[in-house]
T-cell receptor, first 108, second 117 residues
Framework: SQQGEEDPQALSIQEGENATMNCSYK?????LQWYRQNSGRGLVHLIL?????REKHSGRLRVTLDTSKKSSSLLITASRAADTASYFC????????FGTGTSLTVIP | EPEVTQTPSHQVTQMGQEVILRCVPI?????FYWYRQILGQKVEFLVS????????KSEIFDDQFSVERPDGSNFTLKIRSTKLEDSAMYFC???????????????FGPGTRLTVL
């Protein structure tokens, strides 16, 4: 399967701390994307990183990609209570695969 | 800002009935998708649609499912004879193609919660 798999499954931090989530996948990809899902809502695209990129920033988000290890990480700096959500990585191949997600809770 | 919309937000149906879930993708997008998410589980790809035909589909997308773009704005998912296990959140998404046939950023609708009784 080409599915991304995130870890940890759940993460609880204090507001202001950094949150790091990891994603591993199994086959070669063209790009990897991170999405956020608030409870009961749709997915919101956060950032896309292409296979020839190693790091990308967007505001408080920093994504890295290591194609040799088939892994990616999402770092959220200076977390806020509003960052509480589930975070998914998604890899493209013939189909678009989502992982099981990391549930992040930011405690005010 | 343009967004994907879905109707209805919640659909309740009896087992064996047909349901049609509706989506209006972002107007200048060319790729359309359906996903489902069973409560507490991951988002699962069902089907992608491009140029008026299915481009990819998953094992979940069997003969009970069909998709259609009946006009220039709507994209529908039909489930012919619903089963209890079809109860899930169904998300529509749209995108433009990335470079060299890759998938680009997908914009998701808010979802339709389908409950099969």
């Amino acid at each position: 399967s080409q599915q991304g798999e995130e870890d940890p499954q759940a993460l609880s931090i204090q507001e202001g701390e950094n949150a790091t989530m990891n994603c591993s996948y199994k086959t070669s990809i063209n790009n990897l994307q991170w999405y956020r899902q608030n409870s009961g809502r749709g997915l919101v695209h956060l950032i896309l990183i292409r296979s020839n990129e190693r790091e990308k920033h967007s505001g408080r988000l920093r994504v890295t990609l290591d194609t040799s290890k088939k892994s990616s990480s999402l770092l959220i700096t200076a977390s806020r209570a509003a960052d509480t959500a589930s975070y998914f990585c998604a890899t493209d191949g013939n189909q678009f695969y989502f992982g099981t997600g990391t549930s992040l809770t930011v405690i005010p | 800002e343009p967004e994907v919309t879905q109707t209805p937000s919640h659909q309740v149906t009896q087992m064996g009935q047909e349901v049609i879930l509706r989506c209006v993708p972002i107007s200048n997008h060319l790729y359309f998708y359906w996903y489902r998410q069973i409560l507490g589980q991951k988002v699962e790809f069902l089907v992608s649609f491009y140029n008026n035909e299915i481009s990819e589909k998953s094992e979940i997308f069997d003969d009970q499912f069909s998709v259609e773009r009946p006009d220039g704005s709507n994209f529908t998912l039909k489930i012919r004879s619903t089963k209890l296990e079809d109860s899930a959140m169904y998300f529509c998404a749209s995108s433009n193609p990335g470079t060299s046939g890759t998938y680009n950023e997908q914009f998701f609708g808010p979802g339709t919660r389908l409950t099969v009784l």
